[in-house]
């Protein structure tokens, strides 16, 4: 049984940062973990990907350049910056066992989300 509990959000102004914490429990095969978004009314999108023993990282054009992935031991990070109202959403991190890490759909496991709302 593998558990992710996500945390960090809130309603902060357009230009400021927060950072989300997913801490991961329970026995799980280490491919990748993600943070994916899911504003009002919008399907669910991809943010960005750390291949779990490092070495690689990707970002969605929206967030490049603004937005850090991280981990250290079992828990993710994702340090956001210079946010904008269009960032405002349920955020969600997922694990990953085997392949196509873009699709949403292919994640293991989910947390339970942390919402974020950003204002003008």
């Known amino acids: 049984q593998v558990t992710l509990v996500e945390s960090g959000g809130g309603l902060v102004q357009a230009g400021d940062s927060l950072r989300l914490s997913c801490t991961a429990s329970?026995?799980?095969?280490?491919?990748?973990v993600a943070w994916f978004r899911q504003g009002p009314g919008k399907e669910r999108e991809f943010v960005t990907v750390?291949?779990?023993?490092?070495?690689f990282t990707y970002y969605a054009d929206s967030v490049k350049g603004r937005f850090a992935i991280s981990r250290d031991e079992n828990t993710v990070y994702l340090q956001m910056n210079a946010l904008k109202p269009e960032d405002t959403a349920v955020y969600y991190c997922?694990?990953?066992?085997?392949?196509?890490?873009?699709?949403?759909?292919?994640?293991?496991?989910w947390g339970q989300g942390t919402q974020v709302t950003v204002s003008s």
């Open positions: 997922g694990l990953l066992t085997g392949s196509d890490w873009k699709q949403w759909r292919s994640y293991d496991y």
């Open positions: 750390l291949r779990w023993n490092g070495g």
């Open positions: 329970g026995y799980f095969e280490k491919t990748a």
